[in-house]
């Protein structure tokens, strides 16, 4: 499945990662039925939904995600028993913005990398996904592709930056409220 024609305009039109911080925030909220980088016509995994108001302002704010998840623990569809970290990974192009979070993470205790892997989620307590790193450029075109030239060159410039409660599980969703607080929520 494609992209609708009318979504594709609209991500098409970003100009700068404001514009794709406020696209991201429009799809999280269901008025967007696709994004860059997902399945078309699919909106936010059932887990995100209660992560929505914080993502959304967290995007309009300049820190736009890109990838999230609750902290959780419990047996899989599959039966193995798995544990996440409270986590959000995305870009900021504004250095004050930048230096806010990272310092109200790290008051908070929270993990903070900004282009490093951070461990997020193990399986049978082995390590099984990350969030971070530096995608390549190569990586970055194929997820963005329907971006222009002027936003894609603001998104690869910005600053990747990874927030992720330190503790497995439900303990770990405290860093929700720490992100709520930074945004005004």
């Not at 696209?23 to 980088?37: D, R």
């Not at 399945?39 to 959304?56: C, F, H, I, N, R």
């Not at 307590?125 to 030239?149: C, E, H, I, K």
Request: aromatic letters at 8%.
């Amino acid at each position: 499945m494609k992209m609708s024609h009318a979504d594709t305009r609209r991500w098409e039109s970003a100009r700068t990662l404001a514009d794709i911080g406020q696209l991201t925030a429009l799809w999280l909220e269901g008025q967007i039925k696709s994004q860059p980088g997902y399945e078309p016509g699919w909106g936010p995994d059932t887990e995100t939904l209660p992560l929505v108001p914080t993502l959304a302002a967290l995007c309009r704010a300049g820190y736009v995600t890109t990838n999230s998840q609750p902290g959780e623990s419990g047996r899989g569809a599959d039966g193995r028993w798995y544990e996440q970290k409270a986590a959000a990974e995305g870009f900021v192009s504004d250095p004050g913005l930048y230096r806010r979070l990272v310092t109200a993470a790290g008051s908070a205790g929270l993990t903070v990398a900004g282009g490093t892997q951070v461990i997020v989620t193990t399986c049978n307590g082995r390590p099984y996904t990350a969030f971070g790193g530096v995608l390549g450029a190569r990586d970055m075109q194929a997820q963005w592709s329907v971006l222009n030239r002027g936003a894609f060159a603001e998104l690869t410039s910005a600053m990747p930056l990874t927030i992720a409660a330190p503790e497995y599980g439900e303990a770990g969703q405290r860093m929700w409220r720490v992100l709520s607080s930074m945004v005004g929520r």
